[in-house]
């Protein structure tokens, strides 16, 4: 079931409107951003105060059908005070906010030094919703994916290491999303995940994972329609793949099959 149309035509790449004959965006300063991000992963991560923020670790995705993005349940959760905060990992693993001229700002900023005035940068982008601009959206995201240290619905993390050595071992590769810093709309996906956020997902053998419902690596195996939300780790692209992912992206429609893909309460 398609919900809504989470994407648009794009701005063009890094705000301008400079487009190939393909109508992709042009890469005139993308080997600078591949270095930005290389710089900026080791970076301390970015929390806000009073942000509302998705927490999708615990999650299940359904693929776009553009090989390159998931629509991914995820859980909207309201800080208190300074309990709960968001983390927003910077650098490769929310590589999906380059386009964003505001996120590169404050990464330059805290790459050179100044982290707690690039920090203030991000958090505004993030308040204000600005974040996104350059990205052309039907409608402007209502939040973003970023690490919490808990929720309401479970006790302990549920974790699950899939590596194709469990009893689930009919497959080979999975399908990976990668959340952090993905753009995200008060979409339902399904029971307590109200929020459905669009994730560049990747093919892997094995990774860490929430145990959101029953064989569930299995169930996100590269060949299916579904998609894990994984961490512990993130894709670097090279400047054409970066390109493409961020493409992909802009032009996403929010796609939930909550029969074939569902999340669950896990048992």
């Not at 591949?34 to 991560?45: C, F, H, I, K, S």
């Not at 105060?49 to 629509?71: M, P, V």
């Not at 094995?206 to 029953?214: D, I, T, V």
Request: net charge negative; charged share 25%.
């Amino acid at each position: 079931t398609t919900l809504e149309s989470g994407g648009g035509s794009g701005l063009g790449w890094g705000g301008v409107e400079a487009r190939d004959d393909d109508g992709h965006p042009r890469l005139d300063d993308t080997y600078d951003w591949v270095d930005l991000l290389n710089n900026a992963t080791e970076v301390r991560d970015v929390r806000c105060e009073g942000l509302e923020y998705a927490q999708c670790y615990t999650g299940f995705c359904t693929k776009n059908g553009d090989g390159l993005t998931a629509s991914c349940g995820c859980l909207s959760i309201r800080p208190t005070g300074t309990t709960n905060k968001g983390a927003l990992s910077l650098g490769w693993p929310s590589a999906v906010m380059i386009e964003s001229e505001r996120y590169r700002t404050g990464l330059r900023e805290m790459v050179a030094g100044g982290l707690d005035v690039g920090e203030g940068l991000l958090c505004e982008a993030l308040i204000e919703k600005s974040m996104w601009t350059e990205y052309g959206f039907n409608s402007t995201p209502t939040r973003v994916s970023m690490a919490s240290s808990h929720n309401e619905y479970f006790s302990s993390h549920n974790d699950i290491y899939c590596d194709g050595s469990d009893d689930e071992s009919d497959y080979d590769t999975m399908n990976f999303a990668q959340c952090m810093g993905a753009p995200c709309w008060d979409t339902p996906y399904s029971g307590i995940w109200n929020v459905t956020c669009i994730c560049p997902y990747h093919k892997v053998s094995e990774g860490m994972a929430f145990k959101s419902r029953e064989h569930v690596c299995s169930a996100a195996k590269s060949t299916s329609d579904c998609g894990l939300v994984g961490w512990g780790h993130s894709v670097e692209y090279d400047e054409k793949e970066l390109k493409k992912m961020i493409v992909a992206v802009e032009n996403a429609t929010v796609t939930v099959d909550d029969e074939e893909c569902p999340v669950e309460l896990p048992s």
